[in-house]
């Protein structure tokens, strides 16, 4: 089982959609759970991270950690064409930060 | 805002070349961090680098990698003898301290090896 997966899209949503993004990791020693945003041939940008279980929102951006299903989701409301990126999510154990990243969902917002 | 910048932005070499990729990190920042990313998969982690050695590697940074701070502000990697798959785009990060939040990346230095 890989450490960390992530449908790989392409998601395309119209302007406007609530955007699911999801990621389930199979070691149970992640604690810390990131999202980065990947514009194409850039480099990862970090939108947010959370804690172990629980809710983070920022601005139009939340994000869940299920720590007993290992299961991770970034929510986007009010999607925007700028919106379309690649997501990716990135566990982390405590006191480490050595990032494992999932493969990324590739979103499309479109007008 | 501050920036992680990676020279050369592409790279074609010839297999068995050396190749060195160089970074500028953000400049109060003390941990600096290798990845790669071979087209169309996922980010790798490559090396994680703090006062002046290397403080992690994964099993991909094998003997033909190398970094370096060789002042202070440059952090590089160098390809020893390049193979046809270590094409991928490398990517720097640094970050000020173990916060999670101050991990900055550099736009790429994308390696083609031919």
């Known amino acids: 089982q890989k450490e960390v997966e992530q449908d790989p899209g392409p998601l395309s949503v119209p302007e406007g959609a609530i955007v699911s993004l999801n990621c389930t990791y199979s070691n149970s020693a992640f604690q810390y759970f990131m999202w980065y945003r990947q514009y194409s041939r850039k480099g990862p940008e970090l939108l947010m991270y959370?804690?172990?279980?629980g809710n983070k929102e920022d601005g139009r951006f939340t994000a869940q950690v299920d720590k007993s299903s290992k299961y991770i989701s970034l929510f986007i409301r009010d999607s925007q064409p700028s919106d379309s990126a690649t997501y990716l999510c990135?566990?982390?154990?405590?006191?480490?930060?050595?990032?494992?990243f999932g493969t990324g969902t590739q979103l499309k917002v479109e007008l | 805002e501050p920036e992680v910048t990676q020279t050369p932005s592409h790279q074609v070499t010839q297999m068995g070349q050396e190749v060195i990729l160089r970074c500028v990190p953000i400049s109060n920042h003390l941990y600096f961090y290798w990845y790669r990313q071979i087209l169309g998969q996922k980010v790798e982690f490559l090396v994680s680098f703090y006062n002046n050695e290397i403080s992690e590697k994964s099993e991909i940074f094998d003997d033909q990698f190398s970094v370096e701070r060789p002042d202070g502000s440059n952090f590089t990697l160098k390809i020893r003898s390049t193979k046809l798959e270590d094409s991928a785009m490398y990517f720097c990060?640094?970050?000020?301290?173990?916060?999670?939040?101050?991990?900055?990346f550099g736009e790429g230095s994308w390696l083609t090896v031919v």
């Open positions: 990060a640094s970050s000020a301290g173990r916060n999670l939040d101050t991990i900055y």
């Open positions: 959370t804690y172990s279980s």
């Open positions: 990135a566990p982390l154990t405590g006191g480490g930060n050595k990032l494992t």
